[in-house]
């Protein structure tokens, strides 16, 4: 563990993507405190809508004169904990089937992999807003399309390495000597496909939390007044060219939490290769 | 296994994969909350009204004949009829198919073109400031949301600047339509008018929806580029004194581009992702904006037409990227 | 006769995220025209490397810049870039240890031999090789993919691609290995016999003994990018007098007689052991052997030994 944290501190790549991410969370996190109007989360000040960025308000304001740098502070709580348990409802969802259709070589499993390729099928996008448009926009119909949408994705993975891992000697050996297939997917098989998991981890929250944006555009997203980054590009259309930190100032802030996760995910796919090299 | 044996493989699959589809689309065309025939009746219908409608849509049937009911008109080319154009859905899509195939194929090709030509460059220039900058410069790329980079460009570019045209097809009265596909009709018809319109009215919408996609081809390209060079069979072309030119102009480049043609299902899938949006904000008549008119009017069953229609370009593609590239390899399916 | 292949003093080390690895340590060698060579060694005691040196394909961005010299045909392998890649696949060609994977998959093999030979070869001279090394049907192998054809037949072919040239040395790094064991005998067989009629010089590397007794005049045993011993066949499978060699010898199974493992494991490149490398796990070192790595010194004719207290002849 020591030398995996040793080796990360080095690697500039995913130390850079682990601070921006850092930097966000922590601005999430107080967002009551850091942002200058907390109450614009809610409230209206039409005198004030439009005006460019000025020491009052560092982004400028939108539309409704709501102080834009305090509510992408709050955006972000809403984007990243969506994405958070969207992705997480996925992988709860998806690992387990993956693995027991691994493990086991039968119809059922077989059967299970061709409905996560009939999800695979659509573009998550199109799926989501299916799925969006039929249950009405609310966060927790966003984080059930998102992760509906998602899981097959991280089925068909596990049940790849799965199946690859099934035939290797050390698993054989577990079985041959009596574990129980409990035993052998979560204390065999599951830690030595915990890396790519971890990886594809990483970037996943970046494209789902492309895809929440997107939602959020489209008018399927949180239903306003709460802000949210996706709907407040939307909003921001209008007002083109004129307003233009209008629209910046949330999409700087969704490409620099994407990138932070990118960054990551490239830098815990170098470390975590190397380490599987080595171990070779 | 043989290229006969893999091309009835996939598509014995088809058509199951098609089935499920259809399945999906429609258990969520039924959990709609609102009750489609006092949608269809319309809002002041009496409870009288919405119960004839829903005697001649059949929507008071049991779930399972209901479904296959809906097998049955699929087939034969029924999706319903649009709530808001009171078209048939088919012909709805249909008149917008070419649209969105006509962006899409040019974004694929600018992504391919972009995408491969980085990607060599930068596998064959490892570790070098090029190769860094290219990898900040695609990864940034797959880091923007391709709805706000639409905006953005078309801001800078035809509101700020006024260089290209701000949205639509062609300006003013289109060619002849002979296939709809603009750019054919206006060469068919020598339109030189509408076709520079054309080409005007289509970089925008092509560039941004090829960007992300050229990133992906790019970042792809390059590791198979890496890992050509690394293999043994490079290897041995250069212990035994095969001029460098050679090696990887004609040995690294082929490995290289059989590695991005198995990725290009990925490549169309990521197309057909921001089509959506791209569409939109461009106003380009296409699937993708007809799919957002529908849910701003709540019209359920464009929506599914819409669904279906992608899942079938989607899983129809992977199936001619896999046959194409088992027919490519001589090994077969490797 | 200047000696065909002069090595002296090479010391290569690689850059690796833990430091400088020394993989070979003022490794010298000498081949004369003709003559079949064997360069035995452990994995990783550094004769894959040698290979490379020699063939001057060592992998740029990771090896510091190596000390000594080498001298193919009267030029300088490492200083000479220009004149060491026209040597390359014409008067010293390469036979790899995996002939499964040296082919490229996606062209056929009569393309590949083509672009090899670079015209030196034309398609009836091609075709004749092919024969001489047993491949059946010749014309039929050339319009083939590489994965058409068993492991053996590909090694077959590369035996060809490498006589074809009509090179000097034929540089071939465990070209056994990878076969399967009913096989390489014959390969081997075949290699020696077809290098000697053109009078080609063969450097050949091997963990396998036997293999070395089989085919080659002189044995050369390396040890952690060290030489140990060198000698003619004869001299040494009659009684190598370093340490190392002998415990090797004797590791070979026999019958009436158990094989007796080295005791010990290999020094690690980053940090090797002072001296001698072999000093740790030598029953017969004492202080000087952690000072100074013993030179290589004549004992006889022809044979060379690298150790302060080498085993006595014929003891």
Redesign the interface.
Known sequence: MKALAKRFARDRIAVTGLAILGLLALAAILAPVLAPYPEDVATFHIERRLLPPSAEALMGTDRMGGDIFSRLLFGARATLTLTTVAVGAALLIGVPIGLIAGYYRNWASDALMRVSDVFLAVPQIVMAIAIGQTLGSSAENVILALSLTYWPFWARLVFAETRSMRNEIFVESAVALGASAWRVMVLHILPNIASAIIVRTAIGMGATMLTAATLGFLGLGVPPPAPEWGRMIAESRQYLPDAWWYSLAPGAAIFLTVLGFNLLGDGLRDILNARIRRRR | MSWLALVANRLFWFVPTLLGLLTIVFILSRVVPVDPAVLMAGENASAEQAQRIREQFGLDQPLIAQFVDYLHDTIRGDLGRSLYTQQPILTDLAARLPATLELAFAASLVALLIGVTLGILAGLHRDTLLDHVLGIATISCMAVAPFWMAMEFQSLFSMDLGWLPLSGRVQGFPPAQVTGFIFLDALITADAGALWSALQHILLPTLTLALPAAATMARFTRNGVIAAMSSPSVDYQMAMGLPRRVIIWKYVLRMAIMATVTQFGLTFAILLTGVVVVETIFDWPGLGSYAINSILQSDYNAVMGFTLCTGVMLITVNLLVDILQAAIDPRGSA | MPALLDIAGLSVGFRTENGLAQVLDKVGLTIEPGEVVGLVGESGCGKSTLA?AI?G?LPK?RVQAPGGRITLDGVDMLADHGAA??????AV??V?Q?PF???????RVGTQIA??M?GRADHDAVVAMLDAVHLPQPRAILPK?P?QLSGGQRQRLMIA?ALLPRPRLI?ADEPTTALDVTIQAQILGLLRRLALERGVAVLFTTHDLGAAWDICDRVMVMYAGQVAEVAQRETFFGGPRHPYARMLLASLPEPGREAAAIPGDLPDPLAPPPGCRFNPRCPRSTAICTHGAPPLAEVGTGHAVACHHPWPANG
């Open positions: 490379r063939l394909t961005d890649r026209a040597l390359r696949g014409t060609t390469f790899p995996n994977a040296s082919f490229n998959p996606l062209f672009d090899l670079r993919y994965h691609l540089v």
